[in-house]
């Protein structure tokens, strides 16, 4: 298991498996991964979304990745009560190309938290293994799509060796999180290419038709405290 070496705002278990565990075993809030951007409170269905969230403790809550990002987030609310969220976020989510009214998924969750009166300097987040830009070679079209994001900056992109663009998704995601105050200082990403480690890691692209990792967050019970 991989986990963020970095404090948290309250006591959990979270961090992104491997090929080396067997994760799905363990108890997990399912959903039905579509590329989107849909993030719902975690429940006992298994609703079309890429990411949810929850309050409450010992409710283990996760996405399943082979090449794009998982997303961890864990903040405190007004009063001091846990929030945790687990995004999905290929290019599609990251740049909220499939939206309407725009805006990706990592934007979307910072929002949902905003509006249960969090403070994104307060997060303490985590972007997990990935495609990394050496090997996600990309069309045009998806750099088009980043590019309208206020975060984009042109140095997110470079010509691969086919000539076509390579996307660096952890930094998108990243500059993003800057734009929307989230803190670098709480930023306990893990930049492992899914591509470059067939040792430790699953990815579509080299191959792996079902292998997946997750990014998981389960809050834990606080143990209640007596006169």
Do not use: N
């Amino acid at each position: 298991m991989l986990v963020p070496a970095i404090p948290t705002p309250f006591p959990l278990r979270w961090g992104f498996s491997t090929r080396l565990e067997d994760v799905e075993a363990s108890p997990m809030a399912h959903l039905s991964q579509v590329h989107g951007c849909g993030i719902v409170e975690a429940s006992g269905a298994v609703p079309e979304a890429d990411g949810q969230w929850t309050t409450q403790p010992g409710v283990r809550i996760g996405v399943r990745v082979a090449d794009c990002v998982p997303i961890l987030l864990a903040g405190p609310l007004p009063g001091g009560g846990p929030w945790i969220a687990t995004l999905h976020a290929g290019w599609r989510g990251a740049t909220g190309v499939a939206e309407p009214s725009g805006g990706g998924i990592l934007r979307r969750g910072v929002a949902l938290y905003r509006s249960l009166g969090g403070d994104p300097s307060d997060l303490a987040w985590a972007l997990g293994p990935a495609i990394l830009a050496c090997h996600f070679e990309v069309g045009e079209e998806v750099i088009d799509a980043a590019r309208r994001d206020p975060a984009w900056r042109e140095d997110l992109q470079h010509p691969g060796p086919r000539s076509r663009p390579h996307l660096d998704l952890h930094g998108f995601l990243k500059a993003q999180a800057a734009d929307l105050g989230m803190d670098s200082g709480k930023d306990g990403s893990v930049a492992l290419c899914t591509v470059c480690r067939p040792d430790l890691l699953w990815s579509w692209r080299r191959g792996d038709k079902s292998g997946r990792q997750w990014g998981w967050a389960e809050i834990l019970p606080t143990a209640p405290t007596h006169d």
